[in-house]
């Protein structure tokens, strides 16, 4: 039981490329969603998604997209890496279905756009 | 935007208990408390939540006070692994988690 898996754990872009940021669960989770965090702040929100085929923006939408094929995976997209994107990534996953159920969290993704 | 409070930072001898606070005086009846702490850029981890009822598990207490308008996250015997930034969180049923700046938690030797 992997739980909450994300890769890469590091990457470089320049500005201008795209990437795929992965997240896989394994604990069969209705929600998972994706936060950023910017050095010396609180995580806020991107997307979320309550169910496969089922995708909402969060707080901080602009710059990126997501899509949920599957229960497993939410893959964060960005299309054009912009140095403000420069962050740290965390993917997390919910029990949705059970009430009051805390979030899991993957060990994040450090990105850097230069 | 949090719905809480949380002091900015603190510091707590080891083998101390750690009294970590939070105000939360908009909570509304069906709202749950949670706990998080994240250890030095590793991902948040979840350590307690409750509704009314004051509860404990092998990592913390936590206390909610009768008019459920603030909690305390209390560490029984802090050690240096639990140098942390902690963060509470108020959340009703089907919402997000909304993380607030935190308390960054320094325990001392």
């Known amino acids: 039981n992997a739980g909450v898996t994300q890769t890469p754990k590091f990457q470089v872009l320049k500005t201008g490329q795209s990437m795929t940021l992965q997240c896989a669960q394994d604990m069969n989770h209705e929600y998972m969603s994706w936060y950023r965090q910017d050095p010396g702040m609180g995580l806020r929100l991107i997307h979320y998604?309550?169910?496969?085929?089922?995708?909402d923006q969060g707080e901080v939408p602009n710059g990126y997209n997501v899509s949920r094929s599957t229960t497993e995976d939410f893959p964060l997209r960005l299309l054009s890496a912009a140095p403000s994107q420069t962050s740290v990534y965390f993917c997390?996953?919910?029990?949705?279905?059970?009430?009051?159920?805390?979030?899991?969290f993957g060990n994040g993704t450090r990105l850097t756009v230069t | 935007d949090a719905k809480t409070t949380q002091p900015t930072s603190m510091d707590c001898a080891e083998g101390r208990a750690a009294n970590l606070p939070c105000n939360h005086s908009t909570i509304s009846g069906n709202e749950y408390v949670y706990w998080y702490r994240q250890i030095h850029s590793q991902g948040p981890q979840y350590i307690i939540h409750?509704?009314?009822n004051n509860e404990t598990n092998e990592m913390a207490s936590l206390i909610i006070t009768e008019d459920r308008k603030s909690s305390t996250l209390i560490l029984p015997h802090a050690t240096l692994r639990d140098t942390a930034v902690y963060y509470c969180?108020?959340?009703?049923?089907?919402?997000?988690?909304?993380f607030g700046p935190g308390t960054r938690l320094s325990v001392l030797p």
């Open positions: 409750g509704l009314k």
């Open positions: 998604s309550v169910g496969a085929g089922i995708t």
């Open positions: 969180i108020v959340r009703l049923y089907g919402q997000n988690f909304v």
């Open positions: 997390a996953t919910q029990r949705f279905s059970r009430a009051n159920s805390p979030l899991h």
